[in-house]
């Protein structure tokens, strides 16, 4: 997880457990963080992120994470399982699994923004929607 340039990170005592250390993490003025304030759970002995709230500058709840089931994988670890819920409505939720992850080289091209694949409609302009300016 790369929070470091974009965010000025302290700890949180009051959302410590005997586990986890509870770090607030709050963006730096043009850092390009995406979310204004995180708090994050890290586990003691492993230093790896086990739970995280993301947070909007007003402070509403945006979404909550769970990172479970580590394993090494190329010489990292990395969470093999990811539950994601929605800040507004808990009962949302979205889970990842990984099953396998391998390395795969790509060629430098397919890192452009021009490479991306166009979506269908404007490939196809026929099949575009029209938009209240064209009603």
Same mark, same amino acid.
């Given at each position: 997880?790369?929070?470091?340039? @974009?965010?000025?990170?302290?700890?949180? *005592?009051?959302?410590?457990? $005997?586990?986890? #250390?509870?770090?607030?993490?709050?963006?730096?003025?043009?850092?390009?963080? &995406?979310?204004?304030?995180?708090?994050? #759970?890290?586990?003691?002995?492993?230093?790896? *992120?086990? @739970?995280?709230?993301?947070? @909007?500058?007003?402070?509403?709840?945006?979404?909550? &994470?769970?990172?479970?089931?580590?394993?090494?994988?190329?010489?990292? $670890?990395? @969470?093999?399982?990811?539950? &994601?819920? +929605?800040?507004?409505? *808990? +009962?949302?939720?979205?889970?990842?699994?990984?099953?396998?992850?391998?390395?795969?080289?790509? $060629?430098?091209?397919?890192? #452009?923004?021009?490479?991306?694949?166009?979506?269908?409609?404007?490939?196809?302009?026929?099949?575009? &929607? *029209?938009? $209240?300016?064209?009603?």
């Amino acid at each position: 997880m790369g929070f470091t340039p @974009a965010y000025q990170c302290r700890f949180r *005592p009051e959302g410590e457990s $005997p586990e986890n #250390w509870c770090l607030l993490l709050e963006a730096r003025a043009n850092g390009g963080g &995406i979310y204004p304030v995180i708090v994050l #759970w890290v586990n003691k002995e492993t230093y790896l *992120p086990v @739970a995280g709230e993301f947070y @909007a500058r007003s402070g509403k709840l945006l979404k909550s &994470i769970v990172y479970q089931e580590y394993r090494t994988v190329l010489g990292k $670890p990395v @969470a093999m399982k990811v539950t &994601i819920r +929605d800040g507004t409505q *808990p +009962d949302r939720y979205t889970v990842m699994e990984y099953i396998k992850l391998v390395e795969k080289s790509l $060629p430098p091209h397919y890192h #452009w923004q021009l490479a991306l694949p166009l979506p269908e409609s404007l490939l196809n302009p026929e099949k575009m &929607i *029209p938009g $209240p300016e064209s009603t």
